[in-house]
Each structure stands twice: as C-alpha cells, then as structure tokens.
C-alpha cells in the first residue's frame, strides 16, 4: 500500500517530564499548522482598554477556565509522576557493592520526590522498606536492631547510624583478612 499524499505523524510519548512532551506537542501542532485549533484560553487585555461588564465578565471566564485547565494537567501530570515513582520505591534493593549511605540516600531522594507529589510516607514505611532490600550480609544485624529496639519508634537515622557502624565492622574484618 502506497503513502503517497499521506502524511504519517510521529505523535510524541509522554514519559515523565510534561515540560519537555509539552514542547515536542507544540512543535509539532505548528510545524503541522494545526496550533490555531488549540484554545488560546486566557488573554491580558492591552493597557488602558476599556471594556464593557459584560466583556469584562467573559474575560473573567476565560480566566477562571484557563486555571482550571492548568490546574487539572497539573494533577494528571503529578499523578502520573507518583505512579512511576511509587513503582521506583518498590523495586529499589541495596546492590551488592553499595555502602549503606548510598543506598539510603537513594532511597530518600525518592520518598522526597513522592512526598513532594502528595504521597507522605511514615518513617516505620521506609525503615521496613530498608529491612527488607538490605543485602544478605546484614541479615543478622536487621534481626538484632529489630529484637533490641522498637522499629516502629525507630528513625531512619537511628538505623544507618547503627547499619554504617557494622559496614565499617565489615570493611576493617576485609582489611585485617
């Protein structure tokens, strides 16, 4: 079948950074010559225009459709981004020639991303989340921390204090071998 006269469109995929599938759209609506469809929404009236209520009103209108539209692609595009960093928090694990503050460290940087899409985690969510992607060699200080202390009092900072100061157990037993 021929596509002679058909002109194919390559539609951008959204894959996370709204700011950068939203200029791909753009480019692509004026390079087709089709960003005349799109709703200009909300435009500043040229100072010293007078306007009648009634105008004055629409424009109000505008306004207030334009927020609303912005706001409601903000929400998609925020869920959308919890979405995907949920799934990242679910599939972390420590990896075998990764330090603890590494680890921990990533870890944070996506509840902090989470969190600052509306999703707060409690500290006794990320510590069980750390128990349970540690690598084997600290499976018997999770068990000790977890007999000896409360967990669900526990800080995040408590337990890499108490992991980091058995790697370094594990480092000088390396070094002296």
Known sequence: MSNKGHNLLSIPKFYG??????MLMENLLRSKEWWHLIEPGYVE??????????KKAAREQL?????????QGHA???RAQLQALKREFEVLEM?????????????????NNMGNNGEVMRESQIIEKISRTLTKRFNYIMVS?????????????ELQSSLIVH???FRRKIKEA
């Open 145 to 157: 921390i977890e007999e000896s202390k409360d967990i669900n009092r526990m800080t995040v900072d």
């Open 76 to 78: 998609r595009v925020q």
């Open 167 to 169: 790697e370094q157990k």
């Open 95 to 111: 990896k075998e020639c990764e330090g603890v503050t590494d680890y921990i460290a990533r870890l944070m940087v996506v509840v």
């Open 17 to 22: 950074d709204y700011e950068h599938w939203k």
């Open 63 to 71: 306004k207030l459709k334009d927020l609303k539209k912005k706001y």
């Open 45 to 54: 009236p040229a100072a010293g225009t007078r306007e009648t209520e009634a």
